[in-house]
């Protein structure tokens, strides 16, 4: 399992930096939002990989730690989801504005000739 979700982070961000290198202002921002799923990843990674754990502690008796998960890596990647989410709505709206002003979407604003 860990394998899987290494390889999974690995082609995110490998994917996510190469699209951030291309001309395109579209391609950027798929680069950005790939990236964004890379780090929430890794972010759930750092929590636990358990699938049966459960995040909080009874307060009935002693737990070990070994038998739960760690809800702050939830709670972050939710929160960064919801920012992603919106940074993502934000830089698509400039694309559109962007596109319009200029007449195309190059990220320096000018075709380029072969």
Request: neutral net charge; hydrophobic residues 55%.
């Amino acid at each position: 399992m860990e394998i899987v979700l290494a390889l999974a982070i690995g082609i995110l961000t490998g994917s996510g930096i190469w699209l951030l290198l291309r001309p395109r202002t579209f391609q950027v921002i798929v680069g950005l939002a790939l990236l964004s799923y890379a780090v929430n990843l890794f972010i759930v990674a750092s929590g636990r990989l358990g699938g049966a754990l459960a995040p909080v502690i009874d307060k009935a008796g002693e737990v070990p730690l070994d038998s739960y998960a760690d809800p702050l890596p939830q709670a972050l990647v939710l929160t960064a989801i919801v920012i992603s989410f919106a940074t993502t709505a934000l830089l698509l709206v400039v694309l559109l504005t962007a596109r319009g002003l200029s007449g195309t979407d190059h990220v320096d604003g000018r075709e380029h000739r072969r």
